[in-house]
T-cell receptor, first 111, second 112 residues
Framework: RKEVEQDPGPFNVPEGATVAFNCTYSNSASQSFFWYRQDCRKEPKLLMSVYSSGNEDGRFTAQLNRASQYISLLIRDSKLSDSATYLCVVGPMDSNYQLIWGAGTKLIIKP | DAGITQSPRHKVTETGTPVTLRCHQTENHRYMYWYRQDPGHGLRLIHYSYGVKDTDKGEVSDGYSVSRSKTEDFLLTLESATSSQTSVYFC???????????FGDGTRLSIL
């Protein structure tokens, strides 16, 4: 089992729809959780941190479920510009206490 | 955007040649990281630094070395490049090990 797992997609979603991603992690001792977005041939950019109580930033909502060891990202009223790969990041968990990155979920928003 | 500059942005070289990639930051962050990204894989940590002259290995460190002689610069060296090291290399910085990381634009390296 991978330490951080994401559905690779692609998710094909019509503009204006709501889309949700989940990301599971294996180490129950993990303390930090983030969502990044990465556009094609670009660097990853921080989308939002994920807090225990859940947090929202405009159309984006992130949730943490420690009991089931997953984090989620909800995008409401999706825009064409939301098309990207969304990376789940968890840490620290390995022997070097560094972040572990999921392989990403590709999202395609269609007009 | 965080002040991180990677150089070169693109490089094509031959198997067996040495290659050095440079990462320069203007944020005075303590931590610096080198990752590689390949299709089907998440970002994989090569080496990281937690201060001047303080470095440690990551998940895929074989064939790579690093140096950090100044806070702002972190160099990644492939002593003798192999075709399996063809990849996109990203440098990242963070204030602390549990803090979010911010990335440079990446270096596309092709080893022929």
């Amino acid at each position: 089992r991978k330490e951080v797992e994401q559905d690779p997609g692609p998710f094909n979603v019509p503009e204006g729809a709501t889309v949700a991603f989940n990301c599971t992690y294996s180490n129950s001792a993990s303390q930090s959780f983030f969502w990044y977005r990465q556009d094609c041939r670009k660097e990853p950019k921080l989308l939002m941190s994920v807090y225990s109580s859940g947090n929202e930033d405009g159309r984006f909502t992130a949730q943490l479920n420690r009991a089931s060891q997953y984090i989620s990202l909800l995008i409401r009223d999706s825009k064409l510009s939301d098309s990207a790969t969304y990376l789940c990041v968890v840490g620290p968990m390995d022997s070097n206490y560094q972040l572990i990155w999921g392989a990403g979920t590709k999202l395609i928003i269609k007009p | 955007d965080a002040g991180i500059t990677q150089s070169p942005r693109h490089k094509v070289t031959e198997t067996g040649t040495p290659v050095t990639l440079r990462c320069h930051q203007t944020e005075n962050h303590r931590y610096m990281y080198w990752y590689r990204q390949d299709p089907g894989h998440g970002l994989r940590l090569i080496h990281y630094s937690y201060g001047v002259k303080d470095t440690d290995k990551g998940e895929v460190s074989d064939g790579y070395s690093v140096s950090r002689s100044k806070t702002e610069d972190f160099l990644l060296t492939l002593e003798s490049a192999t075709s399996s090291q063809t990849s996109v290399y990203f440098c990242a910085i963070s204030e602390g090990v549990e803090q979010p990381q911010h990335f440079g634009d990446g270096t596309r390296l092709s080893i022929l």
